[in-house]
């Protein structure tokens, strides 16, 4: 933790939302001989650094991309391993969390998961439900055509009885048809080890995010990383379409 920066970051806009893939585990285990699950192991811990200093820094809701729905389709082993990853890191990170005003949520389709791992969400969601510090979201077979689909579903079924008029299904109707509906739109995407993809994560929420892409590893990415990409994003103009002229104009 580096407070003279903190100091400085939060004296401009800090994202509202920052949402982050956390990728690059299993190469990074490869690359020293060790198996993918370590990767993941190691990856933990820079969870535990983000929400950290996510926390400290007054960001109000942090999204983690823990397991896509694509995810299902890697080897057993792994798919086991990260989910009694799951499991146990919530088990140990729980009272520290809740001490920190955490409250955790989660998106997807989490009946998917082994029953272990519900439990464990559900009670962890419900301990920390009061609190109002940090929101920390992780998606979990989660995918973000499955959630829009799902959305236009919910929307198709209220219209067909009569519950909506079909005119009525705008911008705001859909977004509270979605997983995310209680989450402001993310203002800031960082996603680590090199690769310039968004991978079905967020597609709808991440409409006019500034996007970051760092090289370095998840389980390599500091709080120094987190504290350049912030600064990437307090540097860039936020036009929303509109020309920098219009938007000196309305200061
Ligand atoms: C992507 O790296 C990472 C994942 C699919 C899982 C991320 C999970 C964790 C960091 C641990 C558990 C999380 C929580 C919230 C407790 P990859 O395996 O695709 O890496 P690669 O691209 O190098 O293969």
């Known amino acids: 933790m580096d407070s003279s920066i903190e100091q400085q970051l939060v004296q401009r806009p800090v994202p509202v939302h920052i949402a982050m893939i956390m990728d690059g585990n299993g190469r990074w285990a490869k690359e020293r001989g060790m198996p993918r699950v370590f990767g993941h192991r190691e990856g933990v811990n820079t969870v535990r650094r983000m929400v950290e200093t996510c926390g400290r820094l ?11 729905t694509e995810n299902w389709g890697r080897p057993q082993p792994e798919v086991n391993a990260l989910m009694e990853l799951l499991v146990s890191t919530l088990r140990a990170e729980l009272a520290k969390l809740h001490e920190n005003q955490v409250r955790l949520h989660t998106i997807g389709r989490t009946a998917d998961l082994p029953v ?28 973000a055509k499955w959630d829009i689909v799902r959305a236009a579903q919910g929307l198709a079924k209220q219209a067909a009885t009569g519950h909506i008029a079909i005119d009525d299904i705008d911008d705001q109707a859909f977004k509270g048809a979605l ?13 680590t080890s090199g690769e310039n993809r968004i991978s079905n994560f967020l597609l709808w929420e991440l409409a006019y995010a500034e996007l970051y892409f760092s090289k370095t590893p998840w389980p390599e990415f500091s709080e120094h990383d987190l504290y350049t ?17 219009q938007l000196i104009n309305e200061i």
């Open 58 to 68: 007054g960001v109000g809701y942090l999204t983690l991309y823990a397991f896509s």
């Open 116 to 143: 272990a791992c519900q439990k464990e969400l559900d009670e962890s969601m419900r301990h920390t439900a009061n609190n109002t510090g940090l929101n920390l979201i992780l998606a979990l077979s989660y995918s």
């Open 179 to 191: 997983s995310t509906c209680n989450f402001p739109d993310v203002e800031l995407l960082i996603r």
């Open 229 to 245: 990409a912030i600064q990437d994003f307090q540097n860039r103009e936020r036009r929303f379409g509109k020309t920098s002229e």
